[in-house]
Nanobody
Framework: QVQLVESGGGLVQPGGSLRLSCAAS????????MGWYRQAPGKQRELVAT???????NYADSVKGRFTISRDNAKNAVYLQMNSLKPEDTAVYYC?????????WGQGTQVTVSS
């Protein structure tokens, strides 16, 4: 059984930064895809960034150049550094891990960007 717990969300002003963390318990391998998604009110959940072993990353166009995903395989953790935050980044952020055929999700952490 895999459990994911996100932390690091909060209220930040436009242009500010936050670092989200996701701690995973269970059998996570470095080869497993891990990622961050977000869901704003009234919208579908969307991809933010993913990372696989070796450090290969993928980002949504809306966050490229502002967000950075990283992982610590020894700690079974994935992180999302978010810089130059905008009001449109406001959402609940979820981390996930893909262990085929299952996709595991955390409970989410709220990020609010507002002055």
């Amino acid at each position: 059984q895999v459990q994911l717990v996100e932390s690091g969300g909060g209220l930040v002003q436009p242009g500010g930064s936050l670092r989200l963390s996701c701690a995973a318990s269970g059998s996570i391998l470095s080869s497993h895809f891990m990622g961050w998604y977000r869901q704003a009110p009234g919208k579908q959940r969307e991809l933010v960034a993913t990372i696989i072993s070796g450090g290969s990353t993928n980002y949504a166009d809306s966050v490229k150049g502002r967000f950075t995903i990283s992982r610590d395989n020894a700690k079974n953790a994935v992180y999302l550094q978010m810089n130059s935050l905008k009001p449109e980044d406001t959402a609940v952020y979820y981390c996930n891990v893909v262990i085929i055929p299952q996709i595991y999700w955390g409970q989410g952490t709220q990020v609010t960007v507002s002055s």
